[in-house]
């Protein structure tokens, strides 16, 4: 199984959770696939091992981009992390072409497949609005079983949330669970209002705001490993609980699977995208 987590907005929590749900899954035994999408910033790679943040940095070791360039193959760039069966895999500097997202979709799709015969992928897309972050995640719709938004508890979140979690529908990426973080006690409130945001019946699962949280981001270490009774660990505890027991592999991947949102988008209102490039990105796939 391949689970995305994400939102177009900064800071929501999406490398924060998707790490620890990773580290959770590979403390109880499961290999898990770690794939940093933050294009060029990795900000996962801080919080496990500096070195090869520098590595990536100074361009020194291959990542997704190099497999895309097909100079890696998929299991050489999965390394090995300082914790037991988790790898992590960095999608280095660079962003999807509008030209090129047909093929990335499908070079993606080979990579996640490669992954989900050793394991499970844990995905952490990008954060930055725009252009660039939304072929990302239409390359990563393209690829994955399910989608997690990953969402701060105010309704301009919850907006982008819903229309993200459209788009992954579209695709055939069913949104079944969504994360409530940095809830604090006023917030309860949003709890309906985020539940619009899936896409099939699922849980709203909150998280709430805390400096353990912080202080373990800036110890750079898992909040699993270092307050494992606390209560922010069993909400993670939680949010892997229900991945491990909803996933269902979405039967086709691959570049088709996003034919209908692009088909779609186009008539919507999508902030911060600029139509006129979906309208190119559709060509691109009528021209066939
Ligand atoms: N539940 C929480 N309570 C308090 N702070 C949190 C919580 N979750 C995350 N944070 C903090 O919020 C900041 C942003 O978190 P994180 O980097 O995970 O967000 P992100 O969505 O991945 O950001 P980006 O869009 O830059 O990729 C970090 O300092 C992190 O420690
Ligand atoms: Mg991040």
């Known amino acids: 199984m391949c689970i995305a987590f994400g939102l177009q907005g900064g800071g929501t929590g999406k490398t924060t959770i998707s790490f620890n749900v990773a580290v959770k899954m590979a403390r109880e035994g499961r290999r898990v696939f770690f794939i940093g999408m933050d294009m060029g910033r990795q900000s996962a790679v801080y919080l496990w091992d500096k070195r090869v943040a520098d590595h990536i940095y100074k361009g020194e070791?291959?990542?997704?981009?190099?497999?895309?360039?097909?100079?890696?193959?998929?299991?050489?760039?999965?390394?090995?992390?300082?914790?037991?069966?988790?790898?992590?895999?960095?999608?280095?500097?660079?962003?999807?072409?509008?030209k090129e997202l047909k093929k990335s979709a499908a070079l993606f799709s080979k990579l996640i497949s490669e992954y989900k015969r050793y394991g499970r992928v844990i995905i952490d897309c990008p954060g930055s609005g725009g252009l660039s972050s939304a072929l990302d995640y239409l390359m990563v719709f393209s690829s994955c079983d399910s989608f997690v938004p990953v969402v701060e508890p105010n309704e301009a979140s919850i907006a982008n949330a819903i229309?993200?979690?459209?788009?992954?529908?579209?695709?055939?990426?069913?949104?079944?669970?969504?994360?409530?973080?940095?809830?604090?006690?006023?917030?309860?409130?949003?709890?309906?209002?985020?539940?619009?945001?899936?896409?099939?019946?699922?849980?709203?699962?909150?998280?709430?705001?805390?400096?353990?949280?912080?202080?373990?981001?800036?110890?750079?270490?898992?909040?699993?490993?270092?307050?494992?009774?606390?209560e922010e660990a069993k909400s993670i505890a939680k949010i892997a609980e229900v991945i491990e027991r909803s996933a269902r592999s979405v039967i086709k991947a691959g570049p088709e699977r996003i034919k209908t949102a692009l088909s779609i988008i186009e008539g919507q209102e999508v902030a911060e995208i600029d139509l006129s490039i979906f309208r190119h990105i559709k060509d691109l796939f009528r021209r066939k």
């Open 61 to 98: 070791i291959a990542t997704i981009r190099e497999y895309f360039r097909g100079k890696a193959r998929p299991l050489e760039i999965a390394y090995e992390s300082s914790i037991k069966n988790l790898f992590f895999v960095p999608a280095g500097h660079g962003k999807v072409e509008v």
């Open 163 to 230: 229309r993200l979690a459209n788009m992954a529908y579209l695709s055939n990426v069913p949104v079944n669970l969504v994360v409530l973080n940095k809830v604090r006690e006023e917030n309860y409130n949003l709890m309906e209002r985020a539940r619009k945001i899936l896409t099939i019946e699922g849980n709203v699962i909150p998280v709430k705001y805390s400096d353990k949280f912080v202080d373990a981001y800036e110890k750079g270490a898992p909040l699993v490993d270092l307050y494992p009774e606390s």
